[in-house]
């Protein structure tokens, strides 16, 4: 740091020397090279530090690993409403993964539930929480299968599109992160084209995959989910009381054996490549309010409760007799606000 600070002493000296100095006595378009040299160099010299770079520029894993769990940990705590069990899971897996420095493998997350029980919205807090600019990152990507991989016939160009996607961006940068929604309605096949990437393989054509980051997002399995926890509901139990290892076996054999779940008969878990297969369990009404009201104080209004329990309650829930779960989550609630609040 000495040379930089001296470069930049250099160039506020040079900056004041018409202030010192006679009038004429140095002429004026040598001064403004010369200023703006020295400038120059101070400046290269201080963002060529890689900590203040990083200020300027993204880079690759922008935040420090354990500021980046940190990140994690509290924005799951605030914002996530009802999952217990997707809190637990994904901050100790993140965080034991960034904090890993010999990793042996990418890291790979199957998350799972019905739509609007937060698995878009988790798959976006770990993007924020590694990267300040969270999915508009240059180096986390989205895979949408119905955008991205839409025709059947065309499998096998969508396998090497993708291969080479994944190649590319991990060799620009390691600790790459890839998001694929709505794998339930990818064509069965197409995911194990990455099974290489996921792989216990140290290099692969000179390239390591072991910082990488893979998070899967599908509703296969959200039937076998809601069995569990209505189970729980109806011996008496909380939500609360369900453990991971109450669910996560029958939850992989679910999806594995499901033809709509996109990994059926996948290698990716006939290999052990997943690392966690993640629930999501179904939200009930106190958590549909919970939705209202942070969406209410984002959007800069006073809560009224009033309002809070008349969405809550125009949501539909099922079991048809208990009405114990939203079949939408939280899904609706933004657009319900509309209706009651004149933005």
Known sequence: M????????????????????PAGAV???????AIAGAAASAL???????????????????????RAAAALQENLDKKLFGQHLVSKVVVK???????????????ALSLHGWTGT?????????????YKRGLQSKYVHQFVATLHFPHAHSINLYKDQLQSWIRGNVSICPRSLFIFDEMDKMH?????????FLDY???????????AIFIFLSNAGAEKITE?????????????DIELTDIQNALSVSVFNNKNSGFWHSTLIDRNLIDYFIPFLPLEYKHVKMCVRVEIELRGYTVDEDIVSRIADEMTYFPREERIYSDKGCKTVDAKLDYYYDF
């Open 188 to 196: 069965a096949g197409l995911i194990d084209s990455i099974k290489p």
């Open 228 to 240: 569990v926890a209505l189970d729980f509901w109806r011996n008496g139990r909380t939500r609360e």
């Open 201 to 211: 393989y140290e290099l692969l054509d000179g390239v390591s995959y072991r910082q």
């Open 44 to 66: 290269t010299g201080f963002i060529s530090y890689p900590r203040l770079y990083c200020y300027f520029r993204e880079c690759c894993l922008h935040r420090h690993d354990k």
């Open 118 to 130: 937060g698995k878009n919205f988790v798959s976006k807090i770990v993007a924020e929480s590694i």
């Open 27 to 33: 002429e004026p378009i040598s001064l403004g090279l």
């Open 2 to 21: 000495k040379l930089r600070r001296g470069a930049l002493r250099a160039a506020l000296a040079l900056m004041l020397l018409p202030l010192l100095t």
């Open 93 to 107: 897996a993140v965080r034991g993964f960034l904090n890993n420095t010999n990793a042996k493998k990418p890291l």
